[in-house]
Each structure stands twice: as structure tokens, then as C-alpha cells.
DNA sequence: ATTAATTACATGAAAAGTCATTAATTGAAA
DNA sequence: TTTCAATTAATGACTTTTCATGTAATTAAT
């Protein structure tokens, strides 16, 4: 077997690949890029985030967002308002034409992953999922540790 | 619960994006960047493979690539040979220096993975990897459908 | 055999991402 | 308060990626 078939890292990188480009090519047609997608797909839930939230949310960094939005803000998508209460802070909010293109998205992308997951037993899928989100929650902990550190 | 933290293509980027960028932290003084890192790593275990089956093995385009390959080349990391028999395709193989450079990096880590892994069982480690091998089969299997469908 | 279609890699212009820095605001310390 | 450090987002120069296309070699079809 080689280094990478069984290097944790990799795995993920191309579980994530695989899956991410098989839905991606639904997106076309609604005339979204990826980076739109993913934007718009966390503010749904997440409206009013500040940029930097935003960033860390869909796995960006500060200036790539600050320019994708900059594009999407152009295209009518999103919206920048004033911070509340910290006016170095801005609050990202979806637009009714932001919303209208999402819509029917992510009802598409819940049924792109059932379609993936029908193969496995739902109790499979909830421990992958389970251990994803405890990876996640004890490396952003980590995290916090070193950053904590370095002051 | 938001969308993205019950969605499979979320997690599983997330969780990637979380335990590459810990790693790449340790290439920056091996002078490596993340592109470089991931061609040797995977040219260690298969050297000679043409160029479009090491951008398929690195997640990448094949323009993108042969320009990495380029600067890889520049800086005397990897070498291009002509393919054996068909003269389209490239064989592209890792220099002294190149393999120099990784030598190190692969025990690092897999040094990273077992401290993130060591939080977790054995077999529950082992169910995860499984399931991601068998997650990116399926869908390889069913490109390969559908590139010949398309036909 | 010749032509046509396909495959592999390279290339060039345009788009996007990154690093380092800046400006503005806030919070803390003296 | 005044000053100093820290935080938030924007900017500019630079690098990398991407899309569309080009060129050469191979394979298939007539």
C-alpha cells in the first residue's frame, strides 16, 4: 500500500475532492462558482457574520474573501453593512437575489450526500460524521492552546 | 445545528483544511511548499507516473501541474523524462535533492497523524480510514460510468 | 494508407489567491 | 487621559491557478 493510501490527511483531502467536485457540477447551471456557493451556503444560517468569521467558516483567508466578496457584493449576492457596536467590524448578510440563487441548492446538496451515504449503514455514517466534528472540536482546542502561547 | 455541520462535503473539507494546515506549519523549514510537499510524498511511492496521472494523485489540474513541474524542475526537486514507449507522455521522477528534501517529512507525518489519532481506538481509527477508502472506490467507479455514458 | 478522432502535455491570457503592509478602531496600561 | 498594543478589514505587488486552446503523438475508422 503506499505512504498516502493510508495517511489520514490524504484521505481526507480526496474524500473531500471526490464528493466537493461531484456536486460542484450542479452549479453551473445556477450560475454559482464554488467559493459563491460556500459563501452563500454559511450565511444562510450564519447571516450577519463578520468577514473574518466568514473567512474561517469557508475556509478562507482574509484578503481572498475580502476580494470574493468584493465580487459577489458587485454581482448583487451579499451585502456589507456597518458593524454593530465595532465599527472596525462588518456584517455580511445574503441579498433576496443571493437567497434566490442558494435556494433549491441545498436541498440538492442534502440529496447529492443521501445519494453517497445509501451505501452505508446510518450508524456508519454518524460515527464518520461523529469523529469529523470531534477532529474538528479538539483541533480548533489545540489551536487556542498554541495561539495562547505564543503571546 | 447549522447546515454545514451536519453536511458530509463540509466536514470532510473542513477536517482536511484543520489537519493539512497543522502539518504544513513543519514545511516551511524544510523550504517546501504544500504543492511541492504532496508531489514528492506521493512520488516517493511512485515514481516515473506521467504527469496527468501525478495531477489526478495531487488533487490538481493538469495546467496547474506542469507549471508546479516547472518550478519544481527549476529548483531541481524532480526531473521529466520522455515516456517509455508512448512519446506524448512524461515520466516524472524525484531527484537526489528532491528525495533529500522529503527525507524527514514522511515520518513527520505520520508522527502528526498518530498524535491526532492517538485520541481515538484503534478500530474506530480503522473504521474511518475504511470508510473514506471505500467512499472514494464508489465514486471512482461511478465517474468511470459516467465519462462512458457521456460517450 | 489516409483521414478523423482522441489523448497527453504545454502555453498564454485572465482570474483568483497570497503575503506583507496599511488604516482605522478598540482595548488596556501607565 | 494619553499612549501603546491588538484587532479588523482593505490594499497592492506578486504568485499561482484556471480556462481555453494549441501542438504533437497515438488510435480508430473508412
Known amino acids: 500500500m503506499r505512504f498516502v493510501d493510508d495517511y489520514l490527511s490524504y484521505l481526507l483531502a480526496r474524500a473531500?475532492?471526490?464528493?466537493?467536485?461531484?456536486?460542484?457540477?450542479q452549479l453551473k447551471p445556477h450560475g454559482l462558482s464554488v467559493a459563491e456557493w460556500r459563501v452563500l451556503a454559511t450565511l444562510v444560517d450564519g447571516d450577519g457574520?463578520?468577514?473574518?468569521?466568514?473567512?474561517?467558516?469557508?475556509?478562507?483567508?482574509?484578503?481572498?474573501?475580502t476580494k470574493a466578496i468584493d465580487r459577489m457584493e458587485r454581482d448583487g449576492l451579499v451585502k456589507r453593512l456597518p458593524g454593530a457596536g465595532d465599527r472596525r467590524r462588518i456584517r455580511i448578510v445574503v441579498t433576496s437575489r443571493g437567497a434566490a440563487a442558494v435556494r433549491g441548492?441545498?436541498?440538492?446538496?442534502?440529496?447529492?450526500?443521501?445519494?453517497i451515504l445509501a451505501a452505508y449503514r446510518p450508524e456508519e455514517v454518524e460515527n464518520v460524521?461523529?469523529?469529523?466534528?470531534?477532529?474538528?472540536?479538539?483541533?480548533?482546542?489545540?489551536?487556542?492552546?498554541?495561539?495562547?502561547?505564543?503571546l
Open 105 to 115: 441548492l441545498l436541498s440538492r446538496a442534502k440529496l447529492h450526500e443521501a445519494r
Open 129 to 150: 460524521k461523529r469523529f469529523l466534528r470531534d477532529l474538528l472540536m479538539r483541533s480548533a482546542k489545540q489551536e487556542e492552546g498554541t495561539a495562547r502561547r505564543q
Open 16 to 25: 473531500s475532492h471526490q464528493v466537493a467536485r461531484e456536486f460542484h457540477a
Open 49 to 65: 457574520l463578520s468577514l473574518g468569521e466568514l473567512a474561517d467558516a469557508v475556509l478562507f483567508k482574509q484578503p481572498s474573501l
